[in-house]
């Protein structure tokens, strides 16, 4: 079975000003077993804590009698002592008659402490002490009764003659045992009219099952047993104290108990019982093997303090953290006027505003690139207020673009509340500036409440103030025309001011005009390709147009744009039988390029082009313009390629080339042959419908197979090869379906390359384009 931690805080404050002086205002038992480590079997530790108000003049004794008795063996009395606070961590009350005991921790924290408020404070008061058991028995029970009194009260009858009795069960038959542990302190005051979420921590370490229900308070001799007393009317068991009309008291299986507070004022008390169970592995049956009690008072008050009523508020005083004032009535520094939301933060007198008033907004600190925005606040806030997905929390970057919060890390106490809150950004903030998070209603209906009950107002600002983010270094190095068909980018980053795993990716801009607009035509979706096909453009493109190119990286935010790049277009100035005159762009990647001519010859088995530089007198090196003798002796046919590629004289960028398109030239026999007859034409369609309508299903190119090695490939928009073929027929032809997953692809614009061998010509022939697909 597992360990089960529970969380229950039981809170009580005791306020009012018809107190006896000799009253309790509650009690409560558990027991640890020992004997493991004392070596003594059925040894147990047994604690008993009272609850004293400090403003009494009769002193808590040194010691108290503990009663333990059972079916098995003869009553037994122990004595428990006082326990020192210091050895307990607490700083103890040295004199007067609250000396022994501590002041309780936490227990003014909603309501005022200014004089005429009613606030009593609570001193704790430690008893322990060890019992030894002669024999193990299922009916064991530890108890202890004050003798005199309890406190007035509005829920009991004769509440203020009665004495207090507490008891705790233990059944050892089934093994040692300890009893669920108190982790918390029951000292707190309630505010009227407000929600609260009010649990009691307990440990229980042996891993049995724990319940939490109300118990009955009782009164009686300190040997018991019990008797429960009366309610006054209104009140029972399960409704102690009032709450508000048409709501009721939740008790979930952690031992949270939810309820919002009405209108009435006063003390009351209200005793809860933990039980745990353990399986009986013998008989298959859960078994009752322990208890432990709480019998106490929690007052309700109309005081409640002015800070807390405000709502929780970032600590500025933390390291790190600040605050800075803007006009009352404005935003902050502009960046949510788009959204219409003005800042709903504390408000300070300031000559200097044109209203004679400003607003504190907090500044919270971030380290760049961090998956979390810390924020503290300057008191406890409730768990359950916070929703799990942060909707409550909506930040606005200084692009004045939305950054999603994902979720929230509460950092819960045993209380179930926080002060801490970490969220959970959708992408790290990468871009130095000030981030504006600001509170909302979150998908539960509220902000978020602090242990009192009291809301943060709705639109509260925080900025949360980026400054230590590198500035991203990049560059775009190259752009070459790829094999005569597209245009390929080449790019570079500074990796210390990139953080590689962030990227997004990259925006690619293109301009058609000689660099006077750019648009956007593609987004390179892996962050770490730092190239770009651009499959939009193709051969007939490339050679009749100079593309101008420029990148931009995609961090949690796009950043800025580099230079632009150009290709190089090569073209025919002149043209003889003899010789060929060639033209090209200046190629401005790097600023004092070295142009090659080379000329080329297709290899007949690989089919690709073989090149060589041309090694005449005359190489261009710096010039745009170069006479090419053709190699033509009349005797044979020949089809020969030529371009140009630039390289960087300076080494900076000596690993790319930059290579146009090609241009081309024939050598024919002379006298030339006769020309060939007509071919029948190939017929691509540029639109197919994939439906299974039994028309236009299929992507057929007709009259294919009238040639030979026809080898096709088509590529959605990114340049990813959805088919491809290596000996294209019209029996198979392309139906839509991804090569890969055998799924329909999305309909659209792709792009086909044919390459074929012309049984007319007997030339090879290559064909670009794209074709729709719509279903």
Same mark, same amino acid.
């Given at each position: ?336 006027? *788009?959204?219409? @939301?003005? $800042?709903? =933060?504390?408000? %300070?007198?300031?000559?200097?505003? /044109?209203?004679?008033?400003?607003? +504190? ?109 590198? *500035?991203?270094? @990049?560059? $775009?190095? =190259?752009?070459? %025309?790829?094999?005569?068909?597209? /245009?390929?980018?080449?790019?570079? +980053? ?119 530089? %041309?090694?005449?007198?005359?190489? /261009? ?155």
């Amino acid at each position: 079975m597992n360990k089960i931690l529970s969380f229950f805080i039981l809170i009580f404050l005791f306020f009012t000003a018809e107190v006896n002086a000799t009253h309790v205002a509650g009690a409560e038992i558990m027991y640890r077993y020992i004997g493991d480590s004392t070596n003594v079997p059925r040894q147990y530790l047994v604690i008993v804590k009272l609850y004293r108000l400090q403003s009494s003049p009769v002193a808590l004794a040194g010691s108290v009698s503990l009663c333990v008795r059972s079916s098995c063996f003869s009553t037994m009395n122990v004595t428990l002592p006082k326990i020192s606070p210091a050895t307990l961590g607490y700083t103890p009350i040295t004199s007067g008659p609250g000396s022994g005991g501590f002041l309780t921790p936490g227990q003014d924290e909603c309501v005022s402490t200014a004089p005429g408020a009613g606030f009593q404070a609570i001193e704790t008061h430690w008893y322990q002490g060890v019992v030894t058991l002669p024999q193990n028995c299922s009916d064991v029970r530890f108890s202890h009764s004050v003798v005199c009194c309890r406190n007035p009260n509005q829920n009991l009858v004769g509440a203020g003659s009665a004495t207090l009795y507490v008891e705790a069960l233990l059944n050892s038959n089934i093994g040692n045992n300890t009893s669920p542990q108190f982790v918390t302190f029951a000292a707190k005051s309630f505010c009227t009219g407000k929600y609260f979420v009010w649990s009691q921590a307990t440990i229980e370490p042996d891993g049995d099952s724990v319940r939490y229900r109300w118990a009955n308070p009782q009164e009686g001799p300190n040997c018991g047993p019990g008797a429960n007393m009366a309610w006054q009317p209104g009140y029972s068991v399960n409704q102690p104290f009032p709450i508000a009309p048409g709501t009721q008291i939740i008790i979930e299986n952690n031992g949270s108990f939810k309820f919002t507070t009405g209108t009435t004022t006063g003390l009351f008390v209200l005793k809860v019982e933990v039980e745990e169970y353990r399986w009986d592995t013998i008989f298959q049956v859960w078994v009752l093997v322990g208890t432990s009690q709480r019998d106490m008072q929690v007052n309700f008050t109309n005081n409640c303090k002015p800070e807390v009523q405000n709502g929780p508020k970032i600590n500025t005083n933390l390291p790190g953290f600040t605050n800075v004032t803007e006009p009352a009535g404005g935003y902050v520094h502009g960046f949510m006027s *788009n959204y219409g @939301y003005p $800042l709903n =933060n504390d408000s %300070i007198q300031d000559p200097t505003s /044109p209203t004679g008033w400003s607003k +504190i907004i907090p500044i919270v600190p971030y380290n760049c690139y961090d998956s979390l925005v810390e924020l503290e606040f300057d008191v406890n806030i409730q768990c359950e207020s916070i929703t799990d997905e942060g909707s409550e929390f909506r930040i606005v970057g200084p692009d004045s673009i939305l950054r999603p919060v994902i979720g929230v890390i509460k950092n819960c106490n045993v209380a179930l509340e926080t002060k801490k809150i970490q969220l959970r950004l959708h992408k790290p903030f990468t871009v130095n500036g000030d981030y504006v998070l600001y509170i909302k209603n979150g998908n539960d209906g509220n902000t978020l409440l602090n242990s009192c009950g009291f809301p943060l107002p709705e639109f509260y600002a925080i900025i949360i103030r980026v400054t230590n983010c590198p *500035n991203p270094l @990049y560059d $775009l190095k =190259n752009v070459t %025309i790829e094999k005569n068909m597209h /245009p390929f980018l080449e790019w570079e +980053i500074d990796s210390p001011t990139v953080n590689i795993p962030l990227i997004d990716g990259w925006n690619i801009y293109r301009s058609d005009d000689s660099g006077q607009t750019f648009n956007f035509i593609a987004f390179q979706n892996v962050p770490t390709d730092f190239f770009f096909r651009d499959i939009s453009l193709n051969t007939p493109e490339v050679n009749s147009g100079i593309y101008h190119y420029q990148i931009q990286l995609v961090m949690s935010q796009p950043f800025y744009i580099t230079r632009s790049i150009r290709s190089i277009l090569l073209d025919t100035l002149y043209q003889t039988d003899s010789v060929m005159g060639l033209v090209w762009n200046h190629y401005d990647g790097w600023p004092n390029p070295r142009y090659t001519v080379e000329i080329g010859i297709e290899d007949s088995v690989t089919q690709e082009i073989v090149w060589e530089k %041309i090694e005449a007198v005359g190489n /261009p090196t710096f010039d745009t313009v170069f006479e090419v003798k053709k190699p033509c002796d009349g005797t044979s046919n020949q089809d020969y390629w030529l371009r140009v590629v630039a390289d960087d004289t300076s080494g900076i960028n000596a690993k790319y080339l930059s290579i146009s398109n090609y241009e081309k030239f024939t050598c024919t026999e002379n006298p030339p042959p006769p020309p060939p007859p007509p071919a029948i034409p190939i017929e691509i369609p540029n639109v197919f419908t994939p439906n299974g309508d039994g028309q236009n299903d299929e992507f057929v190119i007709k009259n294919i197979e009238l040639h030979r090695n026809a080898r096709l490939r088509i590529f959605n928009r990114w340049g990813d090869i959805v088919y491809e073929s290596d000996n294209y027929e019209t029996a198979t032809p392309w139906n839509g379906n991804h090569r890969n997953t055998g799924q329909p692809v999305a309909d659209g614009v792709y792009f086909y390359t044919l390459q074929y061998l012309n049984t007319i010509t007997n030339e090879v022939e290559i064909r670009n384009g794209s074709v729709s697909i719509f279903r």
